[in-house]
């Protein structure tokens, strides 16, 4: 029994002189192992701990918008950022929040923020690239997916949406090798495939779109199956 109450003891005493970092890392320890709840009780904890942690915040958005709740993720975004202007996640995940609203606008300046905070990250390209796509900025986009490849050679979101612009563009050729490149790096991205299959047939290569067709169908990419009896029967 005494030990069973010094045992309490001294988790209540944890409880009451753990940090509010020290409680952030709780919160990510759980959430790691698919525990929302109680990772949500230790942000609290840390931000009652430490009402200027940034990052505690930001987490907490981070879990709003995996529960879709965008318009209590972005304020917890926001309020990271009024605490912290230079976290670099804080403000790409508040573009990101953004663009899930539609407000692709708006999401456009956060995004640029990331960046600047953050230069050698490709993902802050690669968002800015859907958002300039998104906003008919095309020749934008292209520059950003482009250096997004180059800070990370095997995105294939980058290959693919790089792709997309070339293939809007009637560059079919080099749309074919985006798409073919991230078919390369990702074997079971059914998406690219089904783009490779447009793509040659633009180019009037309906043999190998029949191929690409196929291989789509196999990883049951939604219009693949009608691609191929359209096609290659």
Do not use: H
Not at 20 to 40: C, F, H, I, P, Y
Not at 82 to 101: C, F, H, I, R
Not at 176 to 198: Q, R, S, T, V
Not at 210 to 223: S, V
């Amino acid at each position: 029994m005494k030990k069973w109450i010094l045992l309490v003891s001294l988790s209540v005493a944890w409880a009451c002189s753990t940090s509010g970092e020290a409680w952030l890392d709780e919160a990510k320890a759980r959430l790691q192992k698919g525990e929302t709840v109680s990772a949500k009780e230790a942000l609290q904890k840390a931000i009652e701990k430490n009402p200027g942690l940034a990052e505690a915040y930001n987490l907490q958005g981070v879990i709003l918008f995996q529960e879709k709740n965008y318009p209590e993720a972005e304020a917890a975004y926001r309020k990271a950022i009024d605490l912290k202007p230079s976290l670099y996640t804080a403000q790409l995940n508040l573009g990101a929040v953004l663009m899930e609203q539609g407000v692709w606008d708006k999401a456009l300046a956060p995004t640029d923020k990331a960046i600047a905070s953050q230069p050698d990250s490709s993902a802050g390209y690669l968002q800015r690239g859907i958002i300039q796509a998104a906003l008919a900025q095309p020749a934008k986009a292209k520059i950003d997916f482009t250096q997004a490849i180059k800070l990370a050679p095997k995105d294939i979101n980058a290959f693919y949406n790089r792709g997309n612009i070339l293939f809007q563009e009637e560059d079919y050729a080099g749309a074919i090798a985006d798409f073919a490149k991230a078919a390369e790096i990702n074997p079971n991205f059914g998406k690219a495939y089904y783009a490779l299959g447009l793509s040659y047939i633009k180019s009037k290569q309906n043999d190998k779109a029949c191929l690409a067709f196929q291989q789509a169908q196999k990883l049951n990419y939604p219009g693949a199956a009608e691609a191929v009896k359209n096609l290659c029967n």
